[in-house]
């Protein structure tokens, strides 16, 4: 089982950038696709972005084109979601956690997320 600790959140201006970082531990990351969801307050948790076991291949959902970037580093056991010209409504928890990539559902527990909180 992978283990992971999201960091990075916290809060930020409209318009400004964060990156989170998601730590693996237990098994190498480098075996797994990865995903980031978030969860606003009183929402469903959502899909934000995928990446597969390579890095190779990348996928986002519709709101998130063009001002988040998901990456790894294998080498590192990382993920990473570099997000740019944040908005309000990007005010959640942030999640990372293995996923199926065709499919971008979970396969693993979620773990405790980031909150990140993003000022008008």
């Known amino acids: 089982q992978v283990h992971v600790v999201e960091s990075g959140g916290g809060l930020v201006q409209a318009g400004g950038s964060l990156r989170l970082s998601c730590a693996a531990s237990g098994r190498t990351v480098g075996n797994y696709d990865m995903g980031w969801f978030r969860q606003a307050p009183g929402k469903e948790r959502e899909f934000v972005a995928a990446i597969n076991w390579s890095g190779t291949n990348t996928y986002y959902a519709n709101t998130m084109t063009g001002r988040f970037t998901i990456s790894r580093d294998n080498a590192k056991n990382t993920v990473y979601l570099q997000m740019n010209s944040l908005k309000p409504e990007d005010t959640a928890v942030y999640y990372c956690?293995?996923?199926?990539?065709?499919?971008?559902?979970?396969?693993?527990?979620w773990g405790q997320g980031t909150q990140v909180t993003v000022s008008s």
């Open positions: 956690v293995p996923i199926r990539y065709r499919d971008h559902l979970p396969t693993e527990s």
